[in-house]
Each structure stands twice: as C-alpha cells, then as structure tokens.
C-alpha cells in the first residue's frame, strides 16, 4: 500500500501525538515540502487545538 500522501501523514502524526492529551505542542517545520492544500489542512488543525482546546504550541517555519 505504501505511504499515505504527505499532508494526511502530518495530520496522522499530529493526531497520534493528541492521544497522549498533550498540553504543549513542539513542532518544527510542521508544513515543510507540502503542497498549499495540505498546509492549509495542517494550519487549520493546529488553529483548533488552539483557539478550541487551549493546546500551547511553539512552532518553527523555515
């Protein structure tokens, strides 16, 4: 089956991470080599944790 495309493998890793409940998100270069559909997935996942949840995050673009 191979992997999944690289936006859904983002959104996978963040949600596997979520299972844990975090308090505190670290992300480094969290939209790196994605298309701009994906990107906006991933920013708007990261927003509702946010705004929604209350989850901290410390983020790092290149």
Known sequence: MGDPP?????RLLIAH???RRPGFLLLDEP???????SVSGIVGVLRRL???????MLLRFA
């Open 17 to 19: 991470v979520l299972t």
């Open 50 to 56: 946010w705004v929604g949840q209350g989850i901290a």
């Open 31 to 37: 939209v790196a080599n994605l298309d701009v559909r």
């Open 6 to 10: 690289g936006g859904q493998q983002q």
